[in-house]
């Protein structure tokens, strides 16, 4: 089974921290993505990447960036914390690059309160 | 930018009972798929369905596809407590550029009573 790990399930952090999130796949798959969610508004893609230092941005990059080093581990980091970053942010993969179409494999989520 | 939108936003049954959730979207697809979250976790792929189906089962579900009307409903027959999660619909359109990008609604809570 794909498995999908982040790095904590709770975190809390004060305003102007810089924060890391880490996701690791164990699946060698190519894609990995970062979003956030909040009640409402669904998963919004933050960024994405399909290959070692390769990304992409999503739709909401803002105050985000990401870093890629390892096939496998998939990094977030917002640079200053804010409050209005306060969320549930989700690690996903999925194992083929472009062109083809497949399921994304989801990590349990960090739960980020930005006080 | 949200793709798909799910109808009813949340949904409380009994146990035995079916649900049915729907989406629409917006753009051509090249396939619709289906997630599960139960409280506070990370989504669990449940079926895919390509733009050239019309329908799919899997188990107790079974999910459709209007490609015409852009809409999609998911069918779960003989509910289960442990059927009680949030649904969300995700579409892979085919102008994303590839990368299997997919964009999620904002999910339909279903609560099902024993």
């Known amino acids: 089974d794909v498995k999908v790990t982040q790095s904590s399930r709770y975190l809390v952090k004060r305003t102007g921290e810089k924060v890391f999130l880490e996701c690791v796949q164990d699946?060698?798959?190519?894609?990995m993505f970062w979003y956030r969610q909040d009640p409402g508004l669904g998963l919004r893609l933050i960024y994405f990447?399909?290959?070692?230092?390769?990304?992409e941005k999503g739709d909401i990059p803002e105050g985000y960036s990401v870093s890629r080093e390892k096939k496998e581990r998939f990094s977030l980091i917002l640079e200053s914390a804010s409050t209005n970053q306060t969320s549930m942010y989700l690690c996903a993969s999925s194992l083929m690059a472009q062109g083809s179409t497949d399921t994304q494999y989801f990590g349990p989520g960090t739960r980020l309160t930005v006080l | 930018s949200q793709q798909g939108e799910e109808d009813p936003q949340a949904l409380s049954i009994q146990e035995g009972e079916n649900a049915t959730m729907n989406c629409s979207y917006k753009?051509?697809?090249?396939?619709l798929q289906w997630y599960r979250q139960n409280s506070g976790r990370g989504l669990v792929h449940l079926i895919l369905?390509?733009?050239?189906?019309r329908e799919k089962h899997s188990g107790r579900l079974r999910v459709t596809l209007d490609t015409s009307k852009k809409s999609s409903s998911l069918l779960i027959t003989a509910s289960r407590a442990a059927d009680t999660a949030s649904y969300f619909c995700?579409?892979?359109?085919?102008?994303?550029?590839?990368?299997?990008?997919?964009?999620f609604g904002a999910g339909t809570r279903l609560a099902v009573h024993p």
């Open positions: 995700a579409t892979d359109p085919t102008l994303s550029g590839g990368y299997n990008k997919l964009i």
């Open positions: 369905i390509r733009s050239n189906e």
């Open positions: 699946m060698d798959h190519e894609n």
């Open positions: 990447s399909y290959d070692v230092k390769m990304k």
């Open positions: 753009t051509s697809i090249n396939n």
